[in-house]
C-alpha cells in the first residue's frame, strides 16, 4: 500500500514537471509585442504596419540566453511567402558584427508557416548575448508588389518546443493535457497520504 502512494507520487511529480521542463527548452519568442510582429491574424494585411514591402525591412534582436549550447535553431513564422512564384526574403543573423545570410523564407501563398534555420556554433556566442536578426523583404526587387507578414521569431536551443505559426495565441494542447494531468496527480497523491 505504501509503495503504491509513493509509486503514484513520483509519476504524478514528473508529468506535472516534464511539461514545465518541455516549455522551458523554447529560449526566447519575439512576437508582437516586441514591434512589427502581427498581433494577431486580422491585422495581417495592414499596411506599413504588419504587411511590408522590399523598402520596408527591419530586424529585431532576441533576449540573451544564459547557459550550454549544443544546437541552436532560429524559426520565423511568415505569412504569404511566394517562394514558388519567385518571391526571395533573406534573413541574416549577426555573428559578432557581422551580417551573415542564413537563408530566405520558405512558404506558400496565403498560409502562415515556419522556416527553420539551423545556427552554427558561430553564433552561439551572440544567442548567448542576445541575438541579432534582420529581414530582407523582396531582396531581389524584382516584383514590387512582394509582401509579407511575420508573427513570431523563435529562437530554440537544444530541441525546444516550437509554437504554431498562427499569430494567434493558442496554448499548445499536449502541454496543458499533460500538465493538467500532473497537477490531478498530485492532488490525488496528497489526499491519500493524509489520510
Keep these: 500500500m505504501k509503495t503504491s502512494k509513493i509509486v503514484s507520487f513520483a509519476l504524478a511529480f514528473v508529468f506535472a514537471f516534464s511539461s514545465l521542463a518541455l516549455a522551458a527548452t523554447v529560449t526566447d519568442i519575439k512576437e508582437y509585442n516586441t514591434g512589427f510582429f502581427v498581433e494577431n491574424d486580422a491585422h495581417k494585411y495592414d499596411s506599413h504596419t504588419y504587411w511590408r514591402w522590399y523598402n520596408q525591412d527591419w530586424g529585431w534582436q532576441h533576449s540573451a540566453i544564459a547557459g550550454t549550447i549544443t544546437t541552436a535553431t532560429l524559426n520565423i ?28 523564407l520558405d512558404g506558400s501563398d496565403n498560409i502562415w508557416s515556419y522556416t527553420a534555420f539551423t545556427l552554427g556554433a558561430n ?23 512582394w509582401a509579407l507578414t511575420l508573427a513570431k521569431s523563435v529562437l530554440s536551443i537544444d530541441g525546444g518546443v516550437i509554437p504554431d505559426p498562427d499569430p494567434d495565441p493558442v496554448p499548445e494542447p499536449s502541454t496543458m493535457i499533460l500538465l493538467g494531468a500532473g497537477l490531478a496527480g498530485l492532488f490525488f497523491a496528497r489526499r491519500k497520504f493524509q489520510k
Aim: charge should be negative.
Design 123 to 145: 553564433f552561439y556566442d551572440d544567442i548567448l548575448a542576445g541575438l541579432k536578426i534582420e529581414v530582407d523583404i523582396d531582396s531581389t526587387h524584382n516584383y514590387e508588389s
Design 77 to 104: 513564422s511568415a505569412f504569404d511567402v511566394d517562394l514558388t512564384s519567385g518571391e526571395i526574403d533573406n534573413i541574416y543573423a549577426y555573428d559578432g558584427s557581422n551580417r551573415v545570410l542564413l537563408g530566405s
